[in-house]
């Protein structure tokens, strides 16, 4: 099938799917997480000769590292789907309800958004985060993955697809995308989708948004910052960074520059120094960092404005903590940034006027994920102000309607004075 007909079947399935019961989707989950165990040796197949081909091919290394799918994280993909499967139904929850008047009853109720279009890069194991949040969330999927995880994808895909058939879900709610012209007309196809969520650069990002009529949720790249402020826990600070940067390098939400306070900059960074290079972090610093600690290579403008995915983190000495706010609203990608403090006070001022999608206070930029907010994994991470922020998890594949119950009312009585509004909030859920 060509695209246009992969989209208009998720476009039919989305109708159903919208309205399915919470016990549906939750057994259809079931059957994906086993049928994904059941092939685990398929899969890890698969993926052992996407690897083999882009090395041949000289994939860079973040790229190769997101590309992997062994045992462990086909695990973690698994434990996604039965946390996921543990949280409520999204669906069908009250937002708000007003009695317009009596026996005219006003309610804000959540929904699926319908068809969502995801464009992803070479980790397989978001296919399975995305789109076991679209099931839940009620919404079909296309899905364009990277071509280095071509095999990967094909069977996650194939897998999905069949397992939540067999439960009961509508076939053609999953579709995956492989070519690089897909992308381009899928921008084309907003009669059949309803969003679109680009992981990728600013560039790649802002490229889709300027090219579709559809709706973006953008997902740009990760430069995100860690501040150390005068009043620090020193050894707190040096474990906080040392997670942000080298927990798992080739993600979005690490840590990729360090600013520091004059005034602990001394104390400081040489022991944080010795703690980076037995990680081989390679370190790129500003003037007063290269004096402070020698041997380490001079920063560039470039650097500030760079998201590595690997073992490299530029730092810099600020006076004070306007500095570094100043320099994170200007040089970050509004991703997540964290400060590490013993004072409440710069703590409030840091999270309130550093204009990111997560701030943080005393902990890692790696929190900063769907799953380990409770999310139930995530889609991606939104460092737009629309109506997702951050993590993407379920709530932000929802939209909602308005249901309205009456009993014969016509407005023309309203606005003949016959009758009044009484715009009563109701504290009551939906329900015929």
């Known amino acids: 099938m060509d695209i246009r007909d992969l989209a208009t079947s998720a476009k039919y399935a989305s109708i159903p799917l919208a309205a399915s019961t919470t016990k549906l989707k939750n057994e259809a989950l079931k059957e994906i997480a086993i049928a994904l165990q059941d092939h685990a040796s398929e899969i ?15 994939l860079a290394s973040p790229l190769l590292k997101r590309l992997k799918f062994d045992h462990v994280k086909l695990h973690e993909a698994v434990e996604g789907i039965e946390s996921l499967i543990k949280l409520p139904d999204p669906v069908g929850e009250t937002l708000s309800a007003m009695e317009l008047d009596n026996g005219l009853d006003l309610y804000k ?13 070479s980790r397989p194991d978001a296919l399975v985060q995305i789109s076991s949040l679209c099931l839940k969330s009620g919404n079909s999927v296309l899905l364009k993955g990277g071509s280095e995880a071509q095999n990967t994808n094909r069977i996650l895909a194939k897998i999905i697809s069949e397992a939540s058939s067999k439960a009961g879900i509508p076939e053609g709610w999953i579709q995956l995308l492989e070519t690089r012209s897909d992308v381009n007309e899928m921008l084309k196809m907003d009669k059949y989708i309803d969003l679109i969520i680009p992981r990728g ?53 690490a840590t990729e520059t360090l600013l520091v306070h004059e005034n602990i900059a001394n104390d400081f960074l040489p022991g944080l120094k010795n703690k980076l290079i037995a990680k081989n972090v390679t370190i790129f610093g500003d003037q007063q960092t290269v004096n402070i600690l ?7 403008e470039e650097d500030w404005a760079t998201e590595y ?10 006076k004070n903590m306007d500095e570094a706010i100043d320099h994170i609203n200007k040089y970050g990608s509004r991703h997540t940034d964290s400060i590490v403090t013993s004072d409440k006070n710069n703590a409030n001022k840091f999270m309130d006027l550093v204009d990111s999608a997560n ?16 999310l139930g994994a995530e889609v991606g991470i939104s460092t737009n102000k629309v109506h997702a922020r951050g993590p993407v998890g379920l709530e932000g594949l929802l939209i909602y309607k308005w249901k309205m119950i009456g009993t014969g009312q016509i407005v023309d009585d309203y606005s003949t004075g016959k009758k009044k509004f009484t715009h009563k909030k109701l504290n009551r859920k939906f329900e015929l």
């Open 44 to 58: 890890i197949q698969a993926n052992q000769l996407d690897t083999e081909v882009s090395q041949k091919n000289n």
């Open 109 to 121: 109720v959540t929904c699926p958004i319908g068809v969502i279009g995801v464009i992803f890069e």
């Open 201 to 253: 650069s600013n560039e790649f990002v802002r490229y889709i948004m300027d090219n579709s009529n559809i709706s973006v949720l953008g997902h740009a790249e990760g430069i995100c910052h860690v501040y150390v402020d005068e009043s620090a826990d020193l050894a707190m600070a040096e474990d906080i960074v040392i997670d942000s940067k080298t927990q798992y390098v080739a993600v979005c939400n």
């Open 294 to 300: 020698e041997e380490i290579q001079p920063a560039t």
């Open 309 to 318: 995915l690997d073992y490299m983190l530029s730092i810099k000495v600020v």
């Open 359 to 374: 701030v943080f206070w005393n902990c890692s930029t790696r929190f900063s994920d769907g799953f380990r907010y409770g």
